[in-house]
T-cell receptor, first 115, second 110 residues
Framework: GAGVSQSPSNKVTEKGKDVELRCDPI?????LYWYRQSLGQGLEFLIY????????KSGLPSDRFSAERTGGSVSTLTIQRTQQEDSAVYLC?????????????FGPGTRLLVL | RKEVEQDPGPFNVPEGATVAFNCTYS??????FFWYRQDCRKEPKLLMS???SGNEDGRFTAQLNRASQYISLLIRDSKLSDSATYLC???????????FGTGTRLKVLA
């Protein structure tokens, strides 16, 4: 079946603008994660959603970052008043979270460049 | 101490060589472990899961030492296509949070 998809694949914006990044997880996957990866760095956890539980937002770097997941499926990550340090690849991943099925499947990412 | 520590490399090895990477983790509550590979400018992809003392899949072997809190990845008969960054990912028991290491870069040379 289809994998995790993300849009846009690339986004160039000006400092101070808001951006929305979208993630379509694999159908049936209850868990959804957002990560950020700066050039040459590891993955930085941002937020995860699991079913109807309250999301774990502990990784969001500031209150300019927010995310929602509608209907337990599609998720949107919003960055308000973007700053140059927000430039990175934003990766979304989903998993089934069944016993023995903890594998995260990643989308191709959105490359964000803030000028 | 970082939650996950990996030697960033790069490890430059000739084709056919055997190479091993280590990863140390600080949280003793980690129960599940994963090795992901990430190619340049691509997303991470699962290479191997480790739930007990180790796992083997073809040329790849992972070994877990819970007492010393490290996990290793051994690659035998290296191929050019093995060139990538290898990410160590422990998962804490009771949470859904995965902690990604910064990765070890491998270059297999012809």
């Amino acid at each position: 079946g289809a994998g995790v998809s993300q849009s846009p694949s690339n986004k160039v914006t000006e400092k101070g603008k808001d951006v929305e990044l979208r993630c379509d997880p694999i159908s049936g996957h209850t868990a959804l994660y957002w990560y950020r990866q700066s050039l040459g760095q590891g993955l930085e956890f941002l937020i995860y959603f699991q079913g109807n539980s309250a999301p774990d937002k502990s990784g969001l770097p500031s209150d300019r970052f927010s995310a929602e997941r509608t209907g337990g499926s599609v998720s949107t990550l919003t960055i308000q008043r973007t700053q140059q340090e927000d430039s990175a690849v934003y990766l979304c991943a989903s998993s089934r979270e069944d016993r023995g099925s903890e594998t995260q499947y990643f989308g191709p990412g959105t490359r964000l460049l803030v000028l | 101490r970082k939650e996950v520590e990996q030697d960033p490399g790069p490890f430059n090895v000739p084709e056919g060589a055997t190479v091993a990477f280590n990863c140390t983790y600080s949280n003793s509550a980690s129960q599940s472990f994963f090795w992901y590979r990430q190619d340049c400018r691509k997303e991470p992809k699962l290479l191997m899961s480790v739930y007990s003392s180790g796992n083997e899949d073809g040329r790849f072997t992972a070994q877990l030492n819970r007492a010393s809190q490290y996990i290793s990845l051994l690659i035998r008969d290296s191929k050019l296509s093995d060139s990538a960054t290898y990410l160590c990912v422990p998962r804490t028991s009771g949470t859904y949070k995965y902690i990604f290491g910064t990765g070890t870069r491998l270059k297999v040379l012809a």
